[in-house]
T-cell receptor
């Protein structure tokens, strides 16, 4: 069983479209994260939820909206996609909000054309 | 100045060599110091973490934290071709936000 699973693995879409990425963890962790990794491999946090509550909200365009229906799921919806949104998006989880990100998903490679 | 500085490499070593990977940081509030390994087209994998200062050893891997110098290191002994990957240092403080270094690409030649 995969600890942190993301779908889809690859996403190719046109500018202006709206898309969602889903993440699920089966570890019973309280905290989940969304990270963006750019073409230079730089990994930067976007959002973090602790037990369904938003605790970290970095300077991200408001076209990006996270949703956590329960503590095992964290989804990312992106409106009006732009070329600059092309990147790999990773979901991660930690036991609690002060702990290290213990597990990452395999990533969603988003390409906007 | 970035909060976390890491030389992106690439670093190329022969099999069996000792590898030293390093990061420096500027934020004194960091308490957790982590090393992740990322293979191509995969997610980062937590290798080791240290809370506050000191050393930690796990098999061929040793992590060191020197808070007085704001410097952390990861040593890999008897390096193997399977160790070829990007190694990311990361740090977390009281604000619960983790800051990652740029990652160092390591190639271990057979």
């Amino acid at each position: 069983d995969t600890a942190v699973s993301q779908t889809p693995k690859y996403l190719v879409t046109q500018m202006g479209n709206d898309k969602s990425i889903k993440c699920e963890q089966n570890l019973g962790h309280d905290t989940m994260y969304w990270y963006k990794q750019d073409s230079k491999k730089f990994l930067k946090i976007m959002f973090s939820y602790n037990n369904k509550e938003l605790i970290i909200n970095e300077t991200v365009p408001n076209r990006f909206s996270p949703k956590s229906p329960d503590k095992a799921h964290l989804n990312l919806h992106i409106n009006s996609l732009e070329l600059g949104d092309s990147a790999v998006y990773f979901c991660a989880s930690s036991i609690q909000q002060g702990n290290t990100e213990a597990f990452f998903g395999q990533g969603t490679r988003l390409t906007v054309v | 100045q970035k909060e976390v500085e890491q030389d992106p490499g690439p670093l190329s070593v022969p099999e069996g060599a000792i590898v030293s990977l390093n990061c420096t940081y500027s934020n004194s509030a960091f308490q957790y110091f982590m090393w992740y390994r990322q293979y191509s087209r995969k997610g980062p994998e937590l290798l080791m973490y240290t809370y506050s200062s000191g050393n930690k050893e796990d098999g061929r891997f040793t992590a060191q934290v020197d808070k007085s110098s704001k410097y952390i290191s990861l040593f890999i002994r008897d390096s193997q071709p399977s160790d070829s990957a990007t190694y990311l240092c990361a740090m977390k403080g009281g604000g619960f936000k983790t800051i990652f270094g740029a990652g160092t690409r390591l190639f271990v030649k057979a």
